[in-house]
């Protein structure tokens, strides 16, 4: 069974950084795509950054990029999401997930296991 659990969520003022983290559980991390999605209510989910199963490729949204990085940890199975210089508009439902295959999407429809999420408000 996989699982992804995510923490590190809060409410922070604009201009502020947060690192979210993801620890995937089992024998399941090592060589799976894993990615960081969010959503805000009454949207579809959107892509923020990706990362691909040998963490050689590294992908973010162009609404994130320059401000928010993604890299993984195989000892410790987690990936993360540092998030720099937060906007108001960065205010969502942050979720991690992992795909079946080892390279880089964006899609959320190819995407198979997700967390249950983590809150991230920005104030201005």
């Known amino acids: 069974q996989v699982q992804l659990v995510e923490s590190g969520g809060g409410l922070v003022q604009s201009g502020d950084s947060l690192t979210l983290s993801c620890v995937v559980s089992g024998r399941t991390f090592s060589g799976y795509a894993l990615g960081w999605f969010r959503q805000t209510p009454g949207k579809e989910r959107e892509f923020a950054c990706a990362?691909?199963?040998?963490?050689?490729?590294?992908y973010c949204a162009d609404s994130v990029k320059g401000r928010f990085a993604i890299s993984r940890d195989t000892a410790k199975s987690t990936v993360y999401l540092q998030m720099n210089n937060l906007e108001p508009e960065d205010t969502a439902l942050y979720y991690c997930?992992?795909?079946?295959?080892?390279?880089?999407?964006?899609?959320?429809?190819?995407?198979?296991?997700w967390g249950q999420g983590t809150q991230v408000t920005v104030n201005s």
């Open positions: 990362i691909s199963g040998d963490g050689a490729a590294k």
């Open positions: 997930a992992r795909r079946p295959g080892s390279r880089i999407r964006d899609n959320p429809q190819e995407w198979l296991f």
